[in-house]
């Protein structure tokens, strides 16, 4: 069990089977930096195009398709004082008769403070004044590569992750993604140090970051929708448009869950999330939206088998 210290020299504004930039083991950790959606760096410099450029791929030996990955998301740092956000929600989140009066979106600027946990808004000319939020880094793009040697873009997602702008997909949250293509070709970006539910300006507060991160393979565990995992909940993700089917691709996968790893027939199943479940706005923005299907672990029977091989 290895860690990698990786510095990334170019990006991809498309997920797919890139050549890998890094082979690593079930079991290792990588550090490593991202840039921010705009393609500017720590020192807040341009170094690459915008739209969600991604650090990797990461090819995980052994990995195999109908395998899963599980990734630890172990520490997520912004690692510059200055983010920036969008200023004016997307159309699509608004009645169709307020459009004509939204403004043209601009840019905000927030200072950001690792050491408070805090993010200041520095646009003086609204009424917010110096807004101050606490920081919740999290990663809004990342991924494996896709089946039929698909490249798709950083601006969308799918069964392979992608864009989801998820902000419970902090430090501390195992992710599972099915592996499609060998060596399942992880990648990483896309950092915000905060951001609403469902990203409704169209960005977080959009920053470099350095992450940490651990890679587990589970042989021959097939899912065929995003998982995850923190120490009060199992979730799952589903990513489409309309978001009547991102709710049901969730919901579904989290039946399979359900009975695959807890036994619980359907009608049980059934009972437990009619009464429980929670569901979580991820990104309605992009050209897929995202729902996430939350169930308590409190509530939970003991699993069936262990999680990770």
């Known amino acids: 069990m290895a860690i990698h210290h990786f510095q990334p020299t170019h990006y991809h504004t498309a997920i797919g089977s890139h050549p890998p930039v890094l082979h690593i083991a079930s079991g290792d950790s990588v550090v490593t930096t991202t840039v921010d959606a705009w393609g500017k760096d720590s020192s ?23 395998d899963t990955l599980m990734v630890v998301l172990d520490r997520i740092s912004p690692n510059r004082s200055i983010g920036y956000s969008r200023t004016v929600v997307a159309p699509n989140v608004v009645d169709p008769v307020f459009v004509r ?5 601009g840019v905000a600027d927030w200072r950001i403070d690792n050491q408070s946990g805090t993010a200041t808004l520095l ?36 069964e392979h992750g992608g864009n989801m702008d998820y902000r419970g997909f902090i430090a501390g949250v195992t992710v599972f993604f099915p592996v499609f293509v060998p060596g399942a070709l992880l990648h990483v970006g896309d950092g915000h140090a905060a951001q609403g539910d469902g990203e409704i300006v169209g960005t977080g507060i959009e920053i470099s970051m350095e992450v940490q991160f651990t890679v587990r393979l589970i042989k021959g565990k097939r899912i065929r929708w995003p998982r995850g995992e923190n120490d009060k909940y199992i979730l799952t993700v589903g990513n489409a448009r309309p978001l009547d089917q991102a709710v049901q691709h969730a919901t579904t ?17 059934s009972i437990l999330l009619g009464q429980s479940v929670e569901y979580d706005l991820g990104n309605v923005f992009d050209p897929a939206y995202t729902m996430v299907c939350k169930l308590p672990k409190v509530l939970l029977p003991a699993p069936l088998t262990t999680p990770a091989s």
């Open 253 to 269: 996968e989290m039946l399979r869950w359900l009975s695959e790893d807890y036994g619980l027939d359907t009608v049980s199943a």
């Open 101 to 105: 009066e939204l403004p043209d979106s």
């Open 44 to 66: 807040d410099t341009e170094v690459t195009q915008r739209g969600n450029p991604q650090t990797g791929p990461f090819y995980v030996d052994g990995a195999e398709p109908s």
């Open 123 to 158: 646009k003086e000319d609204t009424r917010l004044g110096s807004l101050r939020i606490p920081l919740a880094p999290m990663l809004g793009c990342f991924g494996v590569a896709p089946s039929k040697a698909q490249a798709i873009s950083t601006d969308t997602s799918a």
